[in-house]
């Protein structure tokens, strides 16, 4: 029974570690597509380690992806050593999967527009999208998003993206040095865009309404959630302080587009009834799906 179990064990593990991996090569394809169909060709400069590959390659003509992970290379050490081996070992993957494809890309393709807004919307979206895979599936490109990381670690206060941000301005500034004022404007929307992507990502698109509700006729509107709306409610202990008396408080989350019904159908029940209703950024579980990514 126990080795069936370890085998069991074994293989949820190697699973768990192929679809990471697979996740992390996905999110660097992702990003390698970005610069070279919409990044590098308009001058953008998106910031971080990228930026600086882009600056170079513009000056000299070495290779994006090489001198991406020339300059990963000593944030990798750090990574291990600040976020453990696992970390470092899924950054130095992430960025021979970027420098490989970003490189090959850079041989066989063009840009898809030359448009700068098309360019700088688009190129922010596919980034962020990239970015946003990697952390995900817990690896980092190991550029700015790992020193966010780092930092993060030990001042969670503040916001990984924020801090990536902050580090991409900085490489935005010599940007605007050599290409100009206007394109680093451009590289400041493009770095905003990608930023919000990952928020979207990784805070999660499954958007839900929660309700509070306070009511005389609570197992009523409980049991007209639970049958005619198929949404789990759990009665929560309340007191209220003016009257002194007990009361049962419903909490209930159901999606978006059931907001008015639940409404409708409480009010039905109870026209006195109190109810409040939040938004709920993500909703993982039942009848709502799973995350996105692996834990």
């Known amino acids: 029974m126990n080795l069936t179990k370890n085998i069991q064990n074994k293989s949820e593990k190697l699973r768990s570690s192929i679809v990471s991996y697979l996740g992390i090569a996905l999110g660097s394809v992702m990003m390698a597509f970005s610069i070279i169909l919409f990044i590098k060709a308009n001058n953008i400069v998106p910031g971080g380690i990228m930026g600086i590959a882009n600056i170079i390659n513009y000056i000299t003509g070495f290779p994006i992806g090489l001198t991406t992970l020339c300059f990963s290379v000593p944030i990798f050490f750090i990574g291990m050593f600040s976020l453990g081996k696992e970390v470092g070992v899924k950054t130095i993957y992430c960025n021979v999967v970027y420098a490989v494809v970003v490189d090959f890309l850079d041989r066989n393709m063009t840009a898809l527009t030359g448009d700068l807004f098309l360019a700088t919307i688009f190129g922010g979206v596919l980034m962020g999208t990239g970015v946003a895979f990697i952390l995900g599936f817990g690896a980092t490109f190991g550029g700015t998003d790992l020193i966010g990381r780092i930092i993060h670690k030990y001042v969670p206060a503040i916001p990984t993206q924020w801090i990536m941000f902050g580090f991409d301005f900085m490489v935005i500034l010599v940007g605007a040095i050599i290409f100009g004022p206007e394109l680093a404007l451009f590289s400041i929307v493009t770095i905003f865009v990608s930023t919000k992507m990952i928020d979207v990502i990784q805070e999660g698109v499954n958007y839900g309404k ?47 587009r059931q907001v008015v019904y639940v409404k409708n159908k409480i009010l039905a029940i109870d ?25």
């Open 210 to 256: 929660t309700f509070f509700i306070i009511s005389e006729k609570s197992e009523e509107i409980a049991t007209a959630i639970l049958n005619d709306v198929n949404r789990g409610v759990t009665s929560l202990y309340g007191k209220g302080m003016y009257t002194k008396q007990d009361k049962d408080v419903l909490y209930c989350t159901v999606a978006r």
């Open 271 to 295: 026209p006195k009834a109190f109810i409040t209703i939040g938004d709920v950024r993500e909703v993982v579980g039942k009848g709502f799906g799973d995350s996105l990514f692996m834990k």
